[in-house]
């Protein structure tokens, strides 16, 4: 294996890409066998799918049926794994570590710019049957993938210059080293509503620092992780690799079982902060190592300074993007008591605009696709009548749509106080409410006063708030923007947040680091012993 990759040739695979957009029939069969959703077979996928592969595809748990939220009809469904099969793949999975480990970085760099180069070509119809499978719109599920992409190319500048460092000795002709080394077998959970990007994330990364991957996706988007996983697939069969990712699809007993074995070294866990606690309670407990990438109950700020055009079209995007299910979707907006009203009268007046793009997230003029399943409309629901029973104001919305799928109407809340049990609350639905705040002092308390502290931005043009905001005495969160929205990341930067968020980071900056052990290395080079702090200990 390794006299080839020095090798690496340049191999594509052309396969046709699909580019027609989707029109609906009334047939309740599967949507695959659909002449209308031809893309979904361009990606590999049948009518029934193994959902487990471990260099080969298999799956002898139960069958799961994947839904499009837009309709609630059928796409196709997935034979996931069971107990057992995860942990034959576990067994796999440290194999193949052992090999991928002695691949020189560089060149595990070179098999992750094949991946991104892979994705490349299937963007299209892979970023459609995200939007299929979650609900979220063409252009979201397009800028999914996208970020995978992104991460890819990052991680191949990564595998050149990640590097540790020479510390001065206090012992003469001593030098101390710091070396980053694999962890071993890396478990990526991730969560329903970015089924291909937190993957993607975490597989570039621990990839490229000599990690094999076990990635275990949502019950409700198994195509995705399917479809994923064979793109991955196909370039470790065309250098022969072993296989160094591996997916096991399956429910809450999978879940467990992975979080459990010791032989999964980072478990990198994205979901509800609920799930999460018992997540890394479970690995700690092992002392395993874990990245928690949990929930978020994230503030727009808007001082009275704020440039409120920009601060009105980034409170749209940010409530209402993927119908309310982005971890860092915007949840509460903290205006200043002067523009309150005004603030309020407006975004509303943008929301009704919004009506007539509401519909199937795949059609070319939708903004506002379905939630992803009945339960969302439950806890949106459920959402709309306390915050009414606490005392709030629907301004805009509050109703379910009746049509088939899982539709809600955009939702704007007013008059509930600050630390309202609903306002505290994480709905993964678009529902926002708006909060009057004297100043820019009271609305940075309100911002940290949750549990969560994943993203949170502020409005102004004032240079003192701004900086105050991102100083000590400023928000809490692992995401500080200015005049821009709470969601929307680029991979650049270090992602993830504080407190029941999790503390994880991911993508960008240093975040590398989490899926490497650190070495110490003191180094004699005097031909003497010496302690350090000048402790002397010797026999004649
Ligand atoms: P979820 O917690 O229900 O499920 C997440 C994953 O955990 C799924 O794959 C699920 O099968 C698995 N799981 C469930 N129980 C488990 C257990 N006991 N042990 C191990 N695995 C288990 O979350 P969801 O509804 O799919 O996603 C929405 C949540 O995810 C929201 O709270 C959202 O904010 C959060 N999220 C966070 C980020 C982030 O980066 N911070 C990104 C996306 C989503």
């Given at each position: ?58 799956g ?8 499009d ?15 057992q ?33 892979e ?98 996706g ?20 065309r ?7 591996t ?91 002067k523009l ?9 007046g ?129 995401i ?20 029941a ?16 052990k650190?070495?110490?290395i ?18 004649e």
């Amino acid at each position: 294996m390794l006299a080839h990759l020095r090798n690496i040739s340049k191999l594509a695979l052309p396969r046709r890409l699909v580019t027609q957009s989707a029109s609906y029939s009334s047939s309740s069969s599967f949507l695959i066998d659909q002449p209308e959703y031809s893309f979904l077979k361009e990606l590999g996928l049948e009518r029934d799918n193994p959902g487990v592969y471990s260099g080969q595809w298999q799956g002898r748990g139960p069958s799961v049926t994947s839904y499009d939220p837009g309709t609630g009809r059928p796409i196709a469904t997935v034979r996931q794994g069971n107990v057992q099969e995860l942990e034959q793949t576990i067994g796999l999975a440290v194999e193949a570590y052992k090999q991928w480990r002695q691949v020189p970085a560089p060149v595990r760099g070179e098999i992750v710019r094949q991946i991104g180069d892979e994705l490349r070509k299937y963007k299209e119809p892979l970023g459609k049957l995200v939007s299929l499978e979650v609900g979220k719109i063409y252009s979201e599920g397009q800028g999914e993938v996208q970020e995978f992409i992104d991460i890819c190319d990052y991680a191949v500048g990564l595998s050149r210059i990640y590097s540790g460092q020479l510390i001065n000795s206090e012992r003469a002709d001593h030098s101390i080293l710091e070396a980053w080394r694999p962890l071993g077998v890396v478990g990526v959970i991730s969560a329903y509503n970015f089924p291909n990007a937190v993957f993607g994330w975490n597989a570039a990364i621990a990839l490229t620092t000599g990690n094999s991957v076990l990635w275990k996706g949502a019950p409700s988007t198994p195509l995705v992780s399917v479809a994923t996983t064979k793109i991955v697939a196909d370039v470790l069969r065309r250098n022969h690799l072993p296989p160094v990712v591996t997916l096991c699809q399956g429910g809450t007993d999978v879940g467990q079982t992975l979080v459990a074995d010791k032989r999964v070294n980072l478990v990198s866990f994205t979901g509800s902060c609920q799930t999460g606690r018992d997540v890394g309670v479970e690995v700690q407990r092992r002392f395993g190592k874990v990245i928690l990438e949990l929930g978020g109950n994230n503030a727009l700020i808007i001082d009275e300074s704020a440039n409120v055009k920009m601060a009105l079209d980034a409170a749209l995007f940010g409530c209402i993007g993927t119908s309310g299910q982005r971890c860092t979707t915007t949840r509460r907006i903290i205006v200043h008591e002067k523009l309150h009203d005004q603030f309020v009268k407006a975004l509303v007046g943008k929301y009704k605009q919004l009506i007539p793009k509401i519909g199937h997230q795949l059609e070319a003029q939708t903004l506002v696709g379905p939630v992803h399943t009945q339960q969302n409309v439950e806890n949106y629901k459920a959402a709309i009548a306390e915050a009414k029973s606490l005392g709030g104001a629907v301004a805009f919305g509050g109703n379910v749509i009746q049509r088939d799928g899982f539709y809600v109407e955009p939702t704007v809340i007013t008059g509930l106080p600050h630390d309202a049990s609903v306002v505290h609350r994480e709905t993964f639905a678009p529902i926002v409410y708006i909060l009057k705040a004297k100043n820019v002092d009271q609305a940075i308390e309100w911002n940290n006063e949750v549990e969560q502290g994943l993203s949170s931005a502020i409005f102004t043009e004032n240079i003192g708030q701004a900086f105050k905001w991102i100083g000590a005495k400023g928000s809490d969160c692992g995401i500080v923007n200015i005049n821009t929205t709470t969601n929307g990341a680029e991979i650049g930067g270090a992602f993830g947040g504080e407190k029941a968020t999790g503390g994880g980071r991911e993508s960008g900056s240093d975040a590398w680091k989490q899926y490497c052990k650190r070495a110490t290395i003191t180094v004699n080079h005097s031909g003497e012993l010496a302690c350090a702090q000048g402790v002397v200990f010797n026999v004649e």
